[in-house]
């Protein structure tokens, strides 16, 4: 069994963080797989602060867990909420691109699951099982 995590970041002009990687196409929420010894909250923060120098300055909301099995026949994915952090210009040479997106106003090449987790979000949308759109 695999498990990752995934943050929604949100500004106070309620705007999502997005991250384009070197190493695939698109744009995701900031998250990636968790450490052994690892709580998912814990890999939450400390992925955070690797991709894109985000440090909660309240505790992450926990939203969802969600079967991934599109990546892995047993991976699931932690979806957390922040909206209170601070960020520091942190280089990641996995990260090509940051920033933050009004929902109306998301890169194209933003990644379905991205845009459908946003909306169970921002919307109050109940949220499905599993994490692939399809």
Same mark, same amino acid.
Request: overall charge negative.
């Given at each position: %069994? ?5 943050? %929604? ?14 190493? %695939? ?14 709580? %998912? ?20 909301? +926990? ?5 991934? +099995? ?6 699931? =994915? ?6 209170? +952090? ?34 169970? =979000? ?13």
């Amino acid at each position: %069994m695999t498990a990752g995590a995934r943050v %929604m970041v949100i500004d106070k002009k309620n705007r999502v963080l997005l991250v384009r990687h070197t190493y %695939m196409p698109g744009w995701y929420l900031p998250g990636g797989g968790i450490e052994s010894g690892e709580t %998912m909250r814990d890999g939450a923060v400390r992925e955070l602060w690797e991709e894109v120098g985000v440090v909660p300055t309240a505790d992450l909301q +926990f939203f969802s867990l969600y079967a991934n +099995f599109a990546e892995f026949r047993s991976d699931h =994915v932690a979806l957390f909420v922040v909206r209170d +952090f601070e960020q520091q210009d942190r280089p990641n040479v996995e990260i090509a691109e940051s920033g933050f997106f009004a929902a109306d106003a998301l890169p194209e090449d933003t990644s379905d699951a991205t845009r459908v987790r946003i909306r169970e =979000v921002l919307e109050g949308l109940p949220p499905p099982d599993y994490w692939a759109v399809s």
